[in-house]
């Protein structure tokens, strides 16, 4: 058999002339590379192919190509691109940097079996009871209104993978925070390329110049592998003791009997659950981060807070606080979070994917070993279903007679074999967060309000920013906002 040749291959796609070693780099906007990708795709067309330094990557700006390879194809498409920085930094365990294999598939079973679809549901009383309580921060102390969403997410988390309490004062939440907080400061994009790059850079010891960050590397890996074993050493008191709260590390223990027979099984426990705790302490997680836009979103559009309100008012009506039994009847609510998750894409390219195979598509070689990236952006802002993009307009997700309509933008979370896993349940913090914030509060601008920096290069949101909450009801204080949360106490 002739293998064939080198010119009957099938092109790759087309894309800007790299140039030796430095590739497209030279071009591209690093503080919003999705921009750079979209108006490349302006002249390549839906799929592109550039190289950075020397990693080969392939855009996807359509969500039928994204859908199409990542989801279709996902068997070739679900690896991750190795980072060089995670092993050094002792964060390889990580489900989000996982490469595709049995590693990877032992976690997704853990999220799937506590956080599908109809199992998030039993979290929906603690999310909405971490959301009244951050009204009632919020209107103590509205200042540090950014502080209340980081509280409250992390709540949601610790109390959905371990059945934690937040206010329980534990060592390993602390220890986990604080390795995660070393390596998004450390083990940044630059230092990886440069690991990647100069591959003996890793040998080169700590006290080398310019090698001190390999301190932090350790201390981070030290961290991070105690609070992995001291979460999951809690969760297994908790549950000889007969104590645990339903969590995601209580239900894998069912299935586990003794921590000794299978070790693979207690590791993947141990590191898929801290890798969800990392993931919303790390200096803004997602669900926060969310969370910031939408306020950035309201104190600009004052309109779509009454309209919201005007709906919550006539459901829920002033007497109470709204709960997950009135989602039903408030369709612009819903609309509103699409809105919100559509119109800036906190994670404007997603996580990249990588082939595991070599694939052709639409007449291009794709290579195994490639990067892939879905430009979630590029469909955020797709003119042909979403027009005027740029419009904060939540009517968008509506029919005609008011209801909604099928697009719950589900290319947000990501694709195939790696799509977000705890999807279902930021959609109820997302969710309760917002709709019990607009019941209670309208938001607007004040002094600073539009001198906003925002976050760059993998996530795009705005960083805490100057604005009023101000209490709509004029009977709105703190012991009548504490006797109506106390009304709703939920015990779980
Ligand atoms: C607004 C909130 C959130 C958004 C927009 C979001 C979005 C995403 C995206 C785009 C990915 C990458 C998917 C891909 O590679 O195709 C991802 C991965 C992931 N998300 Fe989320 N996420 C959110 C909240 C959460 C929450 C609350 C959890 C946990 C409870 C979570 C757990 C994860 C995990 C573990 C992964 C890695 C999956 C893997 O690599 O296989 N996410 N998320």
């Avoid at 800007?16 to 430095?22: E, Q």
């Avoid at 996982?98 to 929906?124: C, D, I, K, T, V």
């Avoid at 994917?353 to 590029?378: F, L, S």
């Amino acid at each position: 058999l002739r293998r064939p040749s080198r010119s009957s291959r099938p092109p790759l796609p087309p894309g800007p002339k790299p140039i030796p070693f430095l590739g497209n780099v030279l071009e591209l906007n690093t503080e919003a590379p999705y921009r750079t990708y979209a108006e490349w795709s302006k002249t390549y067309g839906d799929i592109l192919y550039t190289r950075i330094l020397n990693q080969e990557i392939i855009v996807l700006n359509s969500e039928g190509a994204a859908v199409e390879l990542l989801e279709r194809r996902s068997t070739k498409y679900s690896d991750r691109p190795f980072i060089a920085t995670a092993g050094l930094f002792g964060w390889e365990w990580a489900t989000a940097l996982a490469r595709y294999g049995p590693r990877l598939r032992q976690h997704r079973r853990l999220y799937h079996q506590s956080f599908h679809a109809g199992a998030s549901m039993s979290y929906r009383p603690r999310q909405l009871q971490a959301a009244y309580e951050m009204l009632a921060r919020i209107l103590d102390d509205p200042t540090h209104y950014a502080e209340h969403f980081d509280r409250f997410a992390a709540t949601v988390v610790l109390s959905v993978t371990y059945g934690y309490d937040i206010n329980g004062g534990e060592a390993f939440a602390k220890s986990l925070k604080h390795a995660a907080d070393i390596f998004a400061r450390v083990g940044n994009p630059e230092s990886a390329a440069l690991c990647a790059a100069l591959p003996f850079v890793k040998k080169l010891p700590a006290w080398f110049p310019f090698m001190r960050f390999k301190y932090e590397a350790a201390e981070c890996a030290k961290l991070a592998k105690d609070a992995r074993n001291q979460s999951y050493a809690w969760v297994r008191q908790q549950v000889d003791e007969g104590t645990a709260k339903q969590s995601m590390v209580a239900d894998a223990m069912d299935g586990l009997g003794d921590d000794t027979q299978d070790h693979q099984l207690v590791q993947a426990i141990k590191d898929s659950a801290a890798t969800l705790y990392s993931g919303s302490v790390q200096t803004r997680g997602q669900t926060n981060a969310m969370l910031l836009m939408f306020v950035y979103h309201m104190m600009h559009h004052p309109e779509v807070q009454v309209r919201a309100q005007v709906e919550i008012d006539r459901v829920v009506g002033t007497q109470r606080l709204p709960d997950f039994g009135d989602r039903p009847a408030l369709p612009y609510i819903d609309a509103l979070v699409r809105e919100t998750l559509r119109c800036h894409p906190i994670l404007p390219i997603a996580i990249p994917h990588a082939t595991t195979e070599d694939d052709v598509y639409e007449g291009y070689r794709i290579p195994k070993g490639t990067t892939v990236m879905a430009n979630i952006w590029a469909i955020s802002q797709n003119e042909a279903k979403y027009p005027n993009p740029t419009a904060f307009l939540p009517e968008r997700f509506l029919r005609s007679d008011g209801t909604l309509n099928d697009d719950n933008v589900p290319w947000i979370y990501g694709f195939g074999r790696r799509i977000c896993p705890g999807r279902y349940v930021a959609d109820a913090s997302l969710w309760s967060a917002m709709v019990c914030i607009l019941a209670l509060f309208n938001i607007e601008k004040t002094v600073g309000s539009e001198d906003i920096k925002w976050e760059t290069g993998m996530s795009s949101y705005p960083l805490p920013f100057p604005c009023k909450f101000v209490p709509r009801g004029k009977d709105t204080d703190g012991p009548t906002l504490a006797s109506l949360i106390y009304a709703h106490r939920v015990d779980y």
